[in-house]
């Protein structure tokens, strides 16, 4: 097994005023040629965006863009006439293939939105664009891990990929063995809070860990820890 560890502390960061932002891979500003990507997961952003901020409308083409929202209301708006606002317990996925034009703005005018923006490069170019967005709060069980997308349709969400998302809430002395869906595919997996130990490594809030060559991987948890689970091909 063959492993990377990407702490929180060494995550390219911004700040812009309005917007807060960590970067775990190579991202705008950011740039590290030894993080550009794991597999086909190009973009990992932890984003904290002020009240009524946000990202005006702009262009994407040929990506798998996946919010996760963590806290607040995320606002979405685009040029297939879509406009949802989604909360922590749902999901948004977008195939901008050929392209499309979207924003994003925090939908309240109090309370700081947080969520992770995820972009994954799509088996397949240049296919219509699509968008939709997930209820996933029946999917979430304390101490089991929760799959929200496949590239199957066996959960309600799925992308042009051959990849796999889980998520999960832990107690602490909880432990779960991880086996890979394919061949050829690695994990991310992204500690949203708490602290886990994973293949010898101690990992923290909004640290991350590569694991590929392998069919399984263990994961223990040393404190409440939510986490966030990406199998994508590595090639």
């Known amino acids: 097994m063959k492993t990377v560890v990407d702490k929180a502390s060494s995550r390219g ?7 807060k932002t960590h970067h775990t891979f190579s991202f705008a500003n950011y740039y590290n040629p030894s993080r550009m990507h794991f597999g086909v997961l190009r973009v990992l ?24 929202p963590l806290k607040g209301y995320l606002r979405h ?15 948004q996925v977008m195939s901008t293939g050929k392209g499309i034009f979207h924003s994003e703005y925090n ?3 109090k309370e700081q939105l947080e969520f992770l923006q995820i972009w994954v490069f799509p088996r397949i170019e240049n296919t219509e664009p699509e968008y939709n967005n997930y209820d996933i709060r029946p999917l979430l069980k304390r101490n089991e891990l929760a799959l929200i997308i496949s590239p199957d349709g066996k959960v309600p969400a799925s992308i042009k990929q051959d990849a796999w998302f889980s998520m999960g809430t832990f107690d602490a002395g909880k432990s779960f063995e991880y086996k890979l869906h394919q061949e050829g595919n690695g994990v991310y997996l992204f500690i949203i809070e708490g602290d886990v130990e994973v293949a010898g490594n101690r990992l923290s809030r909004r640290d991350g860990i590569g694991l590929w060559d392998t069919k399984s991987f263990k994961v223990e948890i040393t404190q409440e820890a939510t986490l966030l689970l990406m199998e994508v091909p590595m090639r």
């Open 107 to 109: 939908g309240s005018d």
């Open 13 to 19: 960061y911004f700040n812009h005023g309005w917007l």
């Open 45 to 68: 952003n932890d984003d904290s965006v002020d009240p009524e901020m946000g990202f005006d409308t702009h262009p994407h083409q040929n990506m798998e863009v996946i919010s996760i």
């Open 77 to 91: 708006g685009d040029s297939v006439k879509n406009t949802r606002t989604i909360t922590p317990g749902d999901i």
